[in-house]
């Protein structure tokens, strides 16, 4: 299976936003990855439904949209009109998972979730058959641009191994330091999708960019 790529576009120049979508669309990337941060949960303050609604016009492809946020549940119902491919959720935020998954699948919506580098996949084992997808956090989030934590590779097979296990359909995708040399490492490690932000839009040329990590 070829590498699925979401370039964040956290990294892209908000002055001329969707010339850059329609750019990465037109590159061959899969998802469109809309970083939601609400200065609680990290500490940083990203955008709202109006700003990914004019992303969402200009996008040819599927948005991934993901919440680091405190009160899920808010945010869920902000971004669903918008029909997102997926929308992922923090497991350290919320107390309810179970509930968020199906309220999210009842928007037509994939639902995901995704774990902080310290979080362990078997946060999550009894979740994995309610889910489409788990993203994995290979740097703090909060900000672009950060090292990658190699210890995802190993949190990955576990994952892996889990899903597996279970019969799941579930797929993994990792955020964070992706890049030309350690995409190798992560297509072994199971994963599925990955999200770059730093790599793609620092790059000359999103096309060599994105085909690269393909």
């Known amino acids: 299976m070829t590498m699925l790529v979401?370039?964040?576009?956290?990294?892209?120049?908000?002055?001329?936003?969707s010339e850059e979508i329609r750019a990465i669309c037109e590159a061959g990337c899969d998802l469109v990855h809309v970083d939601v941060m609400d200065g609680h949960f990290v500490p940083n303050l990203t955008i709202g439904p109006v700003v990914?609604?004019?992303?969402?016009?200009?996008a040819t492809k599927p948005l991934d949209v993901h919440l680091m946020v405190e009160n899920n549940t808010f945010f869920v119902d902000l971004f669903a009109p918008l029909k997102p491919k997926y929308i992922s959720f923090h497991i350290e935020e919320e107390k309810h998972p179970h509930r968020l998954i199906q309220k999210i699948r009842s928007y037509g919506i994939s639902p995901a979730i995704t774990l902080n580098p310290h979080t362990s996949?078997?946060?999550i084992e009894y979740l994995l058959e309610d889910l489409d997808m788990v993203l994995l956090m290979s740097v703090n989030p909060g900000f672009g641009g950060q090292a990658f934590i190699p210890s995802v590779l190993e949190k990955s097979q576990r994952l892996k191994e889990m899903i597996l296990k279970?019969?799941?359909?579930?797929?993994?995708?990792?955020?964070?330091?992706?890049?030309n040399h350690n995409i190798k490492a992560l297509a072994q490690s199971g994963v599925d999708i990955v999200v770059a932000g730093n790599y793609v839009f620092g790059s000359d040329n999103y096309k060599n960019a994105i085909d690269s990590l393909k």
């Open 6 to 17: 979401a370039p964040s576009i956290l990294s892209a120049d908000f002055g001329r936003l």
């Open 121 to 123: 996949p078997l946060s």
């Open 166 to 179: 279970k019969n799941a359909k579930t797929l993994i995708e990792v955020d964070g330091g992706v890049n």
């Open 52 to 58: 990914v609604n004019a992303v969402a016009k200009a």
